[in-house]
C-alpha cells in the first residue's frame, strides 16, 4: 500500500444520534457539515485518527465488528466511499441544497449578547407558561381575522406592514439561535437566500444536529415562539389603536400576513421548521427520503408487482399523516393566495395615486410570484415520489432554517 492513508481531520466531531432507535448511526460534524454515517464507518473513521496501517485497521474491525475486514476493502472505503472535506479542509467545496444565493446579514458573534439575554425565555417553566398564553392568544386572533377578511386593511401601508413583518421574521431566526445557545450547540448568525425562488431569511443552526432529539425540537419550534412573542406586541397595539385609522389597517395586515408566514413555515413538505420538527420528533434524518421510498412500497403493494410488501404501520402513519399535512397546506396556501390576488385586484381599480398603484402592483406581482413558486415546489416534490429514478441524495446540513 503505497498511498497515504487518509485521517480523519483533528476538528471532526462524532457522536451517536439520537434518531429512532432502528439503526446505529452517528454525526460527524466538520465546521458546518454534517454528515450522517453508520456506526460501523463512524468506528473506522475514529480508528484513522490513532492508526495509519491498512492492515492494523482491518484488524481492528473484524475484532470490533465480528465479521472479516480486508485491508484493501477497508482502503477503498476510505478512499472512495467517504467525502474527502473529512479528511482535508482545502477539500471544503460550496455547500448545496435548495438555499441559493445565501447573502449573512449578522454574524453569531455579534448576536452573541443578546442570544445569551433571550436564552432565559427558553427556561423549561418560562416556555411552557407563555407557550400557552402565545397559542390562545394568537389563535383566537387569527381565527377573528381569517372571518373578516382584509376589508378592513385597505388604509394600511403597505410598506410599513411589510417592515413590520421583516422584523418579526428576524425574530423568528433569533428564537432558533437563542435555542442553539441554550444548550451549547454550535451556530452562526443568520441572513438572506432564495429557497429554490422565493425569498428567505435563514439561521446558521448547523450546531442542533448534535443535540439530542427533544433539545434539537426546541431549536425547531423555538423560531415560532420567539415570532409569537413580537406578534403579542403587534396585537397589543392592533387593539389600542383606533379602529379607523391608518396604524390600525397597517398592524391588522402585518399580523395577517405574519400568520400566513408560521402556518407556512410549520408544513412538512418543504424544508421548513414543520419539516425539521417532524425529522426530529421522528428521528428521521432525510424525512422525504423515507417518505418516498414508503410510497413507492405501498405504490408496488397496490399494483401487486413481484416481492412487493406494505411498509411497517408505523411508516404508513407516517405517509399518511405528511399527506394530510401537505393537503390542508397546499389547499390553505393557495386559497390564500387567490383571495390576495383577488383583494390586490380590486385595489388597483381604486388606487388614488400613482404610488399607490406601484405599490399595490408589486403586491399583485408579489403574490403571483409567490403562487407560481408553490406551485413549481408542489410539482417537484410529486415528482420526486413517483420518479423511481429520481436521485435521493446523501445527506443534508440541517444548517439553515
Known sequence: MDLALPRLREDAIIRRFDGNGTDARHVIAVGSRHYIASERVAALLELTRECSDLAVLARSMSERFRRSFTPEEIGDVLRTQIPAVLFRADCDAPLRGPLHLRVRLFRGETLAPLLRLNSHLLRPAVAVVLGAVLVALHG?????????????????????????????????????????????????????????????????????????????????????????????????????????SPLSATLLLTLWGSYFLVLNTLNPVLKYDGYWLLSDLTGSYNLHRRLRDGARRCWAAVRRQPGAEWPHMHECMLLGAFLALATVYFGYVLRFIAHNLAYAASRMSVAQSEWHLVLTACGLALAGALALGVTLMLARALREVIDVDAASGSGSTHGAR
Open 140 to 244: 383566537t386572533i387569527a381565527l377573528a381575522l381569517l372571518r373578516s377578511g382584509l376589508e378592513r386593511a385597505a388604509q394600511a401601508s403597505l410598506g410599513g406592514a411589510l417592515l413590520l413583518t421583516f422584523v418579526g421574521v428576524a425574530a423568528h431566526e433569533l428564537g432558533h439561535l437563542s435555542a442553539c445557545r441554550r444548550y451549547g450547540a454550535a451556530h452562526g448568525g443568520f441572513g438572506f437566500g432564495l429557497y429554490w425562488c422565493l425569498p428567505v431569511l435563514y439561521a446558521e443552526v448547523h450546531g442542533a444536529w448534535l443535540l439530542p432529539r427533544a433539545r434539537r425540537s426546541v431549536v425547531d419550534v423555538a423560531g415560532i415562539y420567539f415570532q409569537g412573542l413580537y406578534l403579542t406586541a403587534i396585537a397589543a397595539l392592533w387593539l389600542l389603536a383606533p379602529a379607523a
